[in-house]
């Protein structure tokens, strides 16, 4: 009898010791997602701005608060989503002030500043994006005429762009001694990005481009080299895929391994 009540009492012990370090761990694995979230690039960087609110429970995390547009809700929730031990995420975020309709020219200038925020090879905070009936002007400055080409191929992969005017001059200044040329800020940038930035990154911008958008692809990244998998439709789409993601910023070298079906 007294050997039943030991080993009852055993097991209940054990099991409590159980149930303690495993909530301890949940605890530890939860305050980890949120603490990692906040201090990703895309946090302070891209979302420094919004107001944010990352809770986590067991992994399951929920998004609240108000962001200044759709693509950064999109952004917050790729980059949680990346995250070790997340196993879900509600996005219960809200765009602040009025969000543009859908097919209007507000809704086709917002979707064109996102499809050129993420790309280092062009600049989105020199570029002026206007638009009137599917057509966007493109307007500013680019340091040279490939930076200006890109512009306009980024621009017109657009959904809902028809034409691209683009009117950016080109700048002919030359870069004064002992200041950083384009190319070594953008180094400097890739080195401090970490992976699960890049990751949402990347999958953003593969949403933004119409040609990428419906691509079923995977993406996973380690040490800035991103693998692409998933599935491709042609060996353009695949190749097209590769060069808008070796443009994003943090990437270092991508490995497609997409299937062309």
Same mark, same amino acid.
């Given at each position: 009898?007294?050997?039943?009540?030991?080993?009852?009492?055993?097991?209940?012990?054990?099991?409590?010791?159980?149930?303690?370090?495993?909530?301890?761990?949940?605890?530890?694995?939860?305050?980890?997602?949120?603490?990692?979230?906040?201090?990703?690039?895309?946090?302070?960087?891209?979302?420094?701005?919004?107001?944010?609110?990352?809770?986590?429970?067991?992994?399951?995390?929920?998004?609240?608060?108000?962001?200044?547009?759709?693509?950064?809700?999109?952004?917050?929730?790729?980059?949680?989503?990346?995250?070790?031990?997340?196993?879900?995420?509600?996005?219960?975020?809200?765009?602040?002030?009025?969000?543009?309709?859908?097919?209007?020219?507000?809704?086709?200038?917002?979707?064109?500043?996102?499809?050129?925020?993420?790309?280092?090879?062009?600049?989105?905070?020199?570029?002026?994006?206007?638009?009137?009936?599917?057509?966007?002007?493109?307007?500013?400055?680019?340091?040279?005429?490939?930076?200006?080409?890109?512009?306009?191929?980024?621009?017109?992969?657009?959904?809902?762009?028809?034409?691209?005017?683009?009117?950016?001059?080109?700048? #002919? +200044?030359? !870069? &004064?001694? $002992?200041?950083?040329?384009? /190319?070594? %800020?953008?180094?400097?940038?890739? @080195?401090?990005?970490?992976?699960?930035?890049?990751?949402?990154?990347?999958?953003?911008?593969?949403?933004?481009?119409?040609?990428?958008?419906?691509?079923?692809? #995977? +993406?996973? !990244? &380690?040490? $800035?080299?991103?693998?692409? /998998?998933? %599935?491709?439709?042609?060996?353009? @789409?695949?190749?097209?895929?590769?060069?808008?993601?070796?443009?994003?910023?943090?990437?270092?070298?991508?490995?497609?391994?997409?299937?062309?079906?």
């Amino acid at each position: 009898m007294k050997k039943t009540v030991y080993l009852l009492s055993l097991t209940v012990t054990l099991a409590s010791l159980f149930y303690i370090n495993g909530s301890l761990f949940a605890s530890e694995t939860d305050d980890r997602i949120e603490s990692s979230a906040k201090q990703s690039y895309v946090f302070k960087t891209y979302l420094k701005g919004d107001d944010i609110q990352i809770k986590s429970t067991d992994g399951a995390v929920a998004l609240t608060g108000t962001v200044s547009d759709e693509s950064n809700k999109s952004l917050a929730r790729e980059t949680v989503a990346s995250l070790p031990g997340v196993k879900s995420v509600d996005n219960k975020l809200e765009v602040k002030g009025e969000v543009p309709v859908a097919q209007t020219d507000q809704w086709l200038i917002a979707k064109v500043k996102s499809a050129l925020l993420f790309h280092r090879s062009v600049s989105a905070t020199e570029t002026e994006v206007l638009a009137k009936d599917g057509t966007v002007t493109l307007r500013g400055k680019a340091v040279s005429v490939a930076q200006k080409n890109l512009a306009t191929e980024y621009a017109r992969d657009v959904d809902g762009v028809k034409n691209v005017k683009n009117e950016m001059t080109v700048s #002919t +200044v030359a !870069t &004064k001694p $002992g200041k950083k040329t384009v /190319g070594e %800020k953008v180094d400097a940038v890739t @080195e401090s990005i970490d992976d699960v930035s890049i990751t949402a990154l990347v999958k953003t911008t593969l949403l933004f481009h119409r040609s990428t958008s419906a691509l079923n692809t #995977t +993406v996973e !990244t &380690k040490k $800035g080299v991103v693998e692409l /998998g998933g %599935k491709a439709s042609s060996a353009a @789409e695949k190749n097209l895929a590769t060069k808008l993601v070796s443009d994003v910023f943090g990437v270092k070298r991508v490995v497609n391994t997409m299937i062309v079906q």
